[in-house]
């Protein structure tokens, strides 16, 4: 079942903008993550937050996470052409399988 | 860094052959997992594997095989492909809990079409 729901599933913007990409999930986890997939290529990790942490950053990436809100936010600043992908959130729970939701296509328009 | 590699890219078989997708991890890794993308569907899971010859279903086992022999490859099989399997199939793989939090690490991606 896909835990992890991405909102919105399309964003366009303009290079240097900000991009904000929400995720939802049900049930408790251990940890949220954030991946990000180029066209037509495998997914690699950008960040991973834990379940007592609220906010997390990493270079031009901020992950927050609400666990009250079953919700995690990733923000990256000061877009370039070079974010344009998918970006997909991921939850663990328990044991060692991730969940993923489908994704949002960013485009950042030059 | 660590690398994980799939034996094509690419691939087309026809109905009913049986499919073998091969996925090789450089770093020692424990657990090793084979996904399935579709668009509008996301990442589901197939198969996934804790240790050598050990193997669990994942959310839609139905149609594939898995193989586990050495702790580095993973491989998928589909015994009997048919045109509903045409997909793009994603390996990864990830270190134990105790070494790490399940980050995983993806290869390429084999897209695969059934004629």
């Known amino acids: 079942s896909q835990q992890g729901e991405e909102d919105p599933q399309a964003l366009s913007i303009q290079e240097g903008e900000n991009a904000t990409m929400n995720c939802s999930y049900k049930?408790?986890?251990?940890?949220l993550q954030w991946y990000r997939q180029n066209s037509g290529r495998g997914l690699v990790h950008l960040i991973l937050?834990?379940?007592?942490?609220r906010e997390k950053h990493s270079g031009r990436l901020r992950v927050t996470l609400d666990t009250s809100k079953k919700s995690s936010s990733l923000l990256i600043t000061a877009s370039r052409a070079a974010d344009t992908a998918s970006y997909f959130c991921?939850?663990?729970?328990?044991?060692?399988?991730?969940?993923f939701g489908e994704g949002t296509q960013l485009t950042v328009n030059p | 860094d660590v690398k994980v590699t799939q034996s094509s890219r690419y691939l087309v078989k026809r109905t009913g052959e049986k499919v073998f997708l091969e996925c090789v991890q450089d770093?020692?890794?424990?657990?090793m997992f084979w996904y399935r993308q579709d668009p509008g569907l996301g990442l589901r899971l197939i198969y996934f594997?804790?240790?050598?010859?050990?193997?669990e279903k994942g959310d839609i086992p139905e149609g594939y095989s898995v193989s586990r022999e050495k702790k580095e490859r993973f491989s998928l099989i589909l015994e009997s492909a048919s045109t509903n399997q045409t997909s793009m199939y994603l390996c990864?793989?990830?270190?134990?809990?105790?070494?790490?939090?399940?980050?995983?690490?993806f290869g390429p991606g084999t897209r695969l079409t059934v004629t």
């Open positions: 990864a793989s990830s270190p134990t809990l105790d070494r790490g939090l399940y980050e995983q690490y």
């Open positions: 049930t408790s986890i251990n940890n």
């Open positions: 937050i834990r379940s007592n942490e």
């Open positions: 991921a939850t663990l729970g328990s044991g060692s399988r991730l969940t």
């Open positions: 770093m020692d890794h424990e657990n």
């Open positions: 594997s804790y240790d050598v010859k050990m193997k």
